[in-house]
Protein backbone atom coordinates (compact mmCIF):
# COMPACT_ATOMS: atom_id res chain seq x y z
CA UNK A 1 0.00 0.00 0.00
CA UNK A 2 0.98 3.40 -1.15
CA UNK A 3 -0.11 6.67 0.46
CA UNK A 4 0.26 9.76 -1.39
CA UNK A 5 -0.72 13.57 -0.12
CA UNK A 6 -3.08 14.85 -3.15
CA UNK A 7 -4.07 18.46 -1.90
CA UNK A 8 -4.46 20.03 1.39
CA UNK A 9 -7.87 22.67 1.26
CA UNK A 10 -8.14 23.82 4.07
CA UNK A 11 -8.92 21.57 7.12
CA UNK A 12 -9.90 18.36 4.45
CA UNK A 13 -6.70 16.08 3.15
CA UNK A 14 -6.98 14.04 0.29
CA UNK A 15 -4.83 11.26 0.17
CA UNK A 16 -4.37 8.35 -2.61
CA UNK A 17 -4.54 5.01 -1.71
CA UNK A 18 -2.59 2.52 -4.17
CA UNK A 19 -1.75 -1.22 -4.80
CA UNK A 20 -3.54 -3.59 -1.64
CA UNK A 21 -4.71 -2.67 1.96
CA UNK A 22 -3.20 -5.23 3.77
CA UNK A 23 -1.28 -5.15 7.03
CA UNK A 24 1.57 -7.52 5.74
CA UNK A 25 2.41 -4.14 3.46
CA UNK A 26 2.48 -2.13 6.56
CA UNK A 27 5.34 -1.94 9.08
CA UNK A 28 3.55 -2.28 12.33
CA UNK A 29 5.93 0.36 14.37
CA UNK A 30 4.88 2.83 11.75
CA UNK A 31 1.48 3.79 10.52
CA UNK A 32 1.14 4.81 6.94
CA UNK A 33 -1.04 7.55 7.52
CA UNK A 34 0.97 9.40 10.18
CA UNK A 35 3.72 8.72 8.50
CA UNK A 36 2.53 10.64 5.31
CA UNK A 37 0.67 13.36 7.07
CA UNK A 38 2.24 14.05 11.12
CA UNK A 39 1.60 13.10 14.25
CA UNK A 40 -1.51 14.42 14.19
CA UNK A 41 -3.24 12.97 11.96
CA UNK A 42 -5.94 11.62 13.31
CA UNK A 43 -7.55 15.04 14.53
CA UNK A 44 -7.63 15.49 10.81
CA UNK A 45 -10.01 15.15 7.91
CA UNK A 46 -9.05 12.50 5.52
CA UNK A 47 -10.35 11.58 2.28
CA UNK A 48 -8.79 8.48 1.25
CA UNK A 49 -9.12 8.05 -2.77
CA UNK A 50 -9.09 4.19 -3.10
CA UNK A 51 -9.51 4.06 -7.21
CA UNK A 52 -6.13 2.35 -7.43
CA UNK A 53 -6.80 0.07 -5.10
CA UNK A 54 -6.46 -3.26 -5.93
CA UNK A 55 -7.79 -6.00 -3.18
CA UNK A 56 -8.56 -5.85 0.70
CA UNK A 57 -7.89 -8.47 3.18
CA UNK A 58 -8.82 -8.82 6.51
CA UNK A 59 -5.91 -7.56 8.36
CA UNK A 60 -6.39 -4.41 5.76
CA UNK A 61 -10.26 -4.20 6.64
CA UNK A 62 -8.65 -4.41 10.51
CA UNK A 63 -6.22 -1.80 9.48
CA UNK A 64 -8.98 0.69 8.30
CA UNK A 65 -11.14 0.02 11.43
CA UNK A 66 -8.30 0.92 13.83
CA UNK A 67 -7.02 4.13 11.89
CA UNK A 68 -11.44 4.97 11.79
CA UNK A 69 -11.69 4.50 15.74
CA UNK A 70 -8.71 6.86 16.19
CA UNK A 71 -9.48 8.96 13.56
CA UNK A 72 -12.85 9.41 15.79
CA UNK A 73 -11.60 9.21 19.09
CA UNK A 74 -9.16 12.10 18.32
CA UNK A 75 -11.48 14.24 16.80
CA UNK A 76 -10.58 14.26 12.78
CA UNK A 77 -12.73 11.91 10.19
CA UNK A 78 -11.80 9.33 7.49
CA UNK A 79 -13.61 8.55 4.54
CA UNK A 80 -12.88 6.41 2.05
CA UNK A 81 -13.97 7.27 -1.62
CA UNK A 82 -13.90 5.90 -5.36
CA UNK A 83 -14.02 2.37 -4.26
CA UNK A 84 -12.92 -0.15 -6.66
CA UNK A 85 -15.69 -3.01 -7.37
CA UNK A 86 -13.93 -5.84 -5.84
CA UNK A 87 -12.91 -3.76 -2.59
CA UNK A 88 -16.60 -2.44 -2.56
CA UNK A 89 -17.87 -5.66 -2.19
CA UNK A 90 -16.02 -6.93 0.10
CA UNK A 91 -16.66 -4.08 2.12
CA UNK A 92 -20.73 -4.64 1.56
CA UNK A 93 -20.24 -7.96 2.70
CA UNK A 94 -18.86 -7.33 5.92
CA UNK A 95 -21.51 -4.55 6.21
CA UNK A 96 -18.64 -1.94 6.75
CA UNK A 97 -20.77 0.81 6.11
CA UNK A 98 -22.33 0.45 9.18
CA UNK A 99 -18.82 1.01 10.90
CA UNK A 100 -16.85 2.99 8.16
CA UNK A 101 -17.47 6.25 6.02
CA UNK A 102 -17.76 4.85 2.74
CA UNK A 103 -18.90 7.89 -0.06
CA UNK A 104 -18.91 6.82 -3.74
CA UNK A 105 -16.84 9.84 -5.34
CA UNK A 106 -15.19 13.09 -4.11
CA UNK A 107 -17.61 14.98 -3.72
CA UNK A 108 -20.09 12.66 -2.02
CA UNK A 109 -16.89 12.25 0.64
CA UNK A 110 -16.30 15.68 0.82
CA UNK A 111 -19.94 16.43 2.34
CA UNK A 112 -19.80 13.23 3.88
CA UNK A 113 -16.50 14.52 6.08
CA UNK A 114 -18.31 18.18 6.55
CA UNK A 115 -20.90 16.35 7.87
CA UNK A 116 -18.85 14.74 10.52
CA UNK A 117 -18.83 15.86 14.23
CA UNK A 118 -15.63 15.86 15.87
Not at 61 to 88: C, D, E, N, T
Request: with cysteine; aromatic share 4%.
Amino acid sequence: MQLTLLSTEHDVLRVLCEGNISQRDINPDQDPLETLVGPDVFTRKILLNLERTHYVDSSGISWLMGRHKQFKQRGGALVLYAIPPMVKQVLQLLRMSLVLNLADDESAALALVQGVKS
